[in-house]
């Protein structure tokens, strides 16, 4: 994280800093764009360390601004989470809330509306929230009360923590599916989801489109086309997350934790 000086300016100073700092730990940690980064970001970082990813690359090449691919990925897991929830594979009319509509949320957005979904738009920047309204035909409100709308599905898509023991209970839709981080402000949160009979696709799950990309990128394995083959498997990854979940009664977060686990030996 780069935590930038009042007035939000990244200098080419403070940049190089972490680059360094991320240097430093030899390759244990891969840095690539996240909120508020940009593949420019990048470029300077990359002057101080070699353990840099989402880069500019050729048409055609895995790598670069992630964001698109977070977004197709959430995208068809809200499909997936409609499909699940709903018992429908046409978005026409379903209402999905969506809070934050950056490059993540706002690409939702645009696939969405072009599925004839019906939107709620919520973002700390209120103006870019209303221009993406305007383009797309949708409405917009509050980022808090996005969470509590009457709704088919809410979409976090902005920070962390946003699914806590009272947002919880004040939620008023069949699913939550979006690219946010760490969603769950704690790990009895997960639990609640389930004891409202709400159905969750865990985040690192559901946005696993933008990391897919930049470590293909990272690590020079396959191009655009493996990367888009991989996310079209995360509405799958999804499901086997529902369907353990539903077999053995624990929350989908503590299913999808117990398969991360499991795919990397530690099951």
Not at 68 to 85: C, D, E, I, N, S
Not at 99 to 104: A, E
């Amino acid at each position: 994280m780069v935590l930038a000086p009042d007035g939000g300016a990244k200098t080419p100073e403070l940049l190089g800093a972490f680059g360094r700092a991320v240097e430093s730990l030899g390759g244990r940690y891969v840095t690539a764009e996240d909120v508020g980064m940009s593949e420019a970001d990048m470029i300077t970082i990359s002057g101080s360390t070699k353990y840099v990813s989402g880069l500019p690359v050729a048409a055609g090449n895995a790598g670069g601004d992630p964001g698109p691919f977070t977004a197709m990925g959430v995208y068809l897991g809200v499909r997936a989470a409609a499909r699940r929830a709903l018992g429908s594979d046409d978005m026409r009319g379903v209402r999905v809330a969506i809070q934050g509509v950056g490059s993540v949320g706002g690409g939702l957005a645009r696939l969405l509306a072009k599925d004839g979904a019906v939107l709620t738009l919520a973002d700390v920047n209120e103006a870019r929230a209303e221009a993406l309204a305007s383009e797309l035909g949708a409405t917009t409100t509050d980022p808090r009360s996005v969470l509590t709308l009457d709704a088919d599905i809410v979409s976090p898509n902005a920070l962390g923590a946003v699914l806590d023991e009272a947002t919880i209970a004040a939620l008023r839709c069949r699913a939550v599916a979006g690219g946010a981080n760490n969603q769950l402000a704690t790990a009895a949160d997960g639990a609640r989801l389930q004891d409202r009979g709400i159905l969750y696709a865990p985040d690192y799950v559901i946005n696993a489109g933008g990391i897919i990309n930049v470590a293909l990128e990272y690590l020079g394995q396959g191009d655009r086309a493996e990367v888009e083959a991989r996310i079209a498997r995360i509405p799958d990854r999804l499901v086997q997350v529902w369907d353990e979940s539903e077999a053995s009664g624990k929350p989908h977060s503590d299913v999808a934790d117990a398969i991360a686990r499991r795919l990397i030996g530690r099951g």
